[in-house]
């Protein structure tokens, strides 16, 4: 028997989409249908319900808003139930915090050392800025940054760091690019491996190469990987944008649930 207090305010479609707990499950809603609560209900289920230990959960969003928001509702809800425990011991926030937070937990397999420091948007411009005559005589930088004649270093600078930033989120492979039959892609790749070399020997990170080095660590230590998948059970992606994973999920898993909300509930 669920709790009343856990599906009081929920609609038919929500208290669906609160207890379906195992196999995949996809909720479409629009806006002011009760996502975040549903999403928040579901937590609860989870920790009061099943009793499933707060390190089981990772619960991800994209926004440091919608992070913090989520937190403070879990947080409020758990305490309006009388239940104590630990946020931080979920996985709980952006890609990008949870994967610093893997990267952080796991710095000894990475390339990371000590106090490694992480570059917001300026700190990263600036760092290429002040080191783009190292980049300036590599072959093809105008593919990348543009005519000195016509921008200035500043601007250039921007023109790179925003290509280098693509290579990061798209986890493009550098030695790929390298040998790739267009000049522009070969520059890029030349470009991108200098600056990684430069970031490894400052130490830092940027805010576009965190999932990267992430990524790089779950691929290149198994044990990590594996540990954090026994750990991790259930995994729940707020505000996922790409509609076109629904009509995959009905063709490859038709028997996955699609829960539609239709109703306002904050």
């Known amino acids: 028997m669920i709790k009343s207090s856990l599906i ?49 959960i990772m619960v991800v969003t994209f926004t440091d808003k919608a992070a913090q928001e989520l937190t403070t509702r879990i947080s409020n809800r758990l305490d309006q139930l009388g239940v104590r425990f630990n946020l931080n011991e979920m996985y709980l926030g952006t890609f990008h915090s949870i994967c610093l937070r893997w990267l952080q937990d796991h710095r000894e397999f990475t390339r990371l050392k000590h106090n490694f420091t992480v570059f917001d948007e300026f700190d990263q411009h600036y760092f290429v800025y002040q080191r783009f ?13 543009g005519n000195p004649a016509t921008a200035s270093t500043w601007e250039r600078s921007e023109s790179l760091m925003k290509w280098i ?19 522009a892609i070969q ?13 490894e020997e ?48 009905k063709q490859t898993n038709p028997t996955d649930k699609v829960v539609l909300q239709s109703t306002n509930n904050g």
């Open 202 to 249: 400052q130490n830092a990170l940027d805010f576009s190469t965190i999932q990267r080095e992430a990524l790089h660590l779950l691929r290149t230590y198994p044990p990590v990987r594996d540990a954090l998948k026994e750990r991790i059970v259930y995994v729940m992606v707020d505000e996922y944008q790409d509609f076109s994973v629904i009509d995959q999920c």
């Open 8 to 56: 009081s305010a929920a609609n038919p479609q929500q208290l669906e989409a609160i207890t379906t707990t195992e196999g995949p499950l996809l909720i479409i809603a629009g806006p002011g249908s009760g996502k975040t609560f549903t999403l928040v209900e579901r937590v609860v289920y989870l920790l009061t319900e099943k009793d499933i230990f707060p390190e089981c």
């Open 165 to 183: 930033n693509t290579v990061s989120e798209e986890a493009l492979d550098i030695q790929a690019l390298l040998v790739a039959p267009d000049a």
């Open 187 to 199: 520059a890029l790749g030349r470009c991108a491996q200098l600056y990684h070399t430069l970031l």
């Open 133 to 145: 005559s190292a980049f300036e005589a590599l072959e093809g930088i105008t593919h990348l940054a």
